[in-house]
């Protein structure tokens, strides 16, 4: 069956500490990728998204990704993490079928110690 | 503050009812998302509507039905409801249906069946 896998359910990170995240995929074709962030209590919110080109893209508050098509991966990573990103973090796929949906996988908890 | 409103922020009802979710999308957008976010299936696409129309269907039950009106805000029918329907109901909004357009989502609604 199609999905969206995120390995990694519960991470637990001190403060300056780096990060990955990992995400695989297993739709085939051309898809775009995303990461979304949910801060406790909050909606969520797009960190970055990928759809061509350059496979490392940048998004907000120092995240990054790389889409690596031959592993069907989009792993988040951040050099230094901080209190303030303790959240829950998700990898969406958009696979190509005309559709703007999103399949969603089921989320890392981040857990950043000061 | 994504711009997408929910509408109620939280429901309790029990197994039989049913209720309606209220969403309003962002200014300009013309299209809805609704999403399911329980403990054990994750977050699940359900259907999306684009200006009035039905664009794609996801995993939702027949118990459940959507429709978005001419002032382009949206309402999720939730009947003969059951245990396992307790969850977060995220809205999303987009300016077009189109294939990787961004999705922005509201605060979501819980509805808690007993």
């Known amino acids: 069956a199609q999905s969206v896998s995120q390995h990694n359910h519960h991470v637990i990170l001190s403060e300056a500490a780096s990060l990955e995240l990992g995400c695989n995929y297993s739709?085939?074709?051309?898809?775009?990728l995303f990461w979304y962030v949910q801060y406790p209590g909050q909606h969520l919110q797009l960190l970055l998204k990928?759809?061509?080109?350059?496979?490392l893209v940048k998004g907000i508050k120092g995240f990054e990704a790389e889409f690596i098509k031959s592993k069907f991966s989009f792993n988040l990573r951040k050099p230094s993490v901080q209190w303030s990103d303790t959240a829950e973090y998700f990898c969406?796929?958009?696979?190509?079928?005309?559709?703007?949906?999103?399949?969603f996988g089921t989320g890392t908890r981040l857990t950043v110690i000061p | 503050d994504s711009g997408v409103t929910q509408t109620p922020k939280h429901l309790i009802t029990a197994t039989g009812q049913r209720v309606t979710l209220r969403c309003s999308p962002r200014?300009?957008?013309?299209?809805v998302y609704w999403y399911q976010q329980s403990l054990d299936q994750g977050l699940q696409f359900l259907i999306q509507?684009?200006?009035?129309?039905?664009?794609a269907k996801g995993n939702i039950l027949e118990r459940f039905s959507a429709q978005q009106f001419p002032d382009l805000h949206s309402e999720l029918n939730l009947s003969s409801l059951e245990l396992g329907d307790s969850a977060l109901y995220f809205c999303?909004?987009?300016?077009?249906?189109?294939?990787?357009?961004?999705?922005?989502f509201g605060p979501g609604t819980r509805l808690t069946v007993t």
């Open positions: 999303a909004s987009s300016v077009s249906g189109t294939r990787g357009v961004e999705q922005y």
């Open positions: 739709y085939g074709g051309t898809v775009n």
């Open positions: 990928y759809f061509s080109g350059d496979p």
């Open positions: 969406a796929v958009n696979p190509q079928t005309g559709a703007n949906n999103l399949f």
């Open positions: 200014s300009g957008d013309l299209s």
């Open positions: 509507y684009y200006n009035g129309e039905e664009r």
